[in-house]
């Protein structure tokens, strides 16, 4: 059974900044792709960064030049290196994996953001 499980939500201050990690229950390259998606209050889930198994990367337009996707291959860890945060930023994140035939999901880390 696939699982991932994410950490590194908290409170934080706007424009300070907060790392989330994703540990996965197997190699990251069982994927195709990996990705951090979030939910604000009242509001749709939302694409925010993905790797490919490839290693390239993408983003969301509202957090490009702030938010920095990366993996540890080693620890099977994926991570969303977030800075200059904003309110707007406020939601609660999960993890995703996919393949060609299946997708994963965390059960997603919360994080608030102060002004």
């Known amino acids: 059974q696939v699982q991932l499980v994410e950490s590194g939500g908290g409170l934080v201050q706007a424009g300070g900044s907060l790392r989330l990690s994703c540990v996965t229950s197997?190699?990251?390259?069982?994927?195709?792709?990996m990705g951090w998606y979030r939910q604000a209050p009242g509001k749709q889930r939302e694409l925010v960064a993905i790797?490919?198994?490839?290693?390239?990367?993408n983003y969301a337009d509202s957090v490009k030049g702030r938010f920095t996707i990366s993996r540890d291959n080693a620890k099977n860890t994926v991570y969303l290196q977030m800075t200059s945060l904003k309110s707007e930023d406020t939601a609660v994140y999960y993890c995703n994996a996919y393949t060609f035939a299946m997708t994963y999901w965390g059960g997603g880390t919360k994080v608030t953001v102060s002004s």
């Open positions: 197997g190699s990251i390259f069982s994927f195709n792709g």
């Open positions: 790797i490919t198994k490839g290693g390239n990367t």
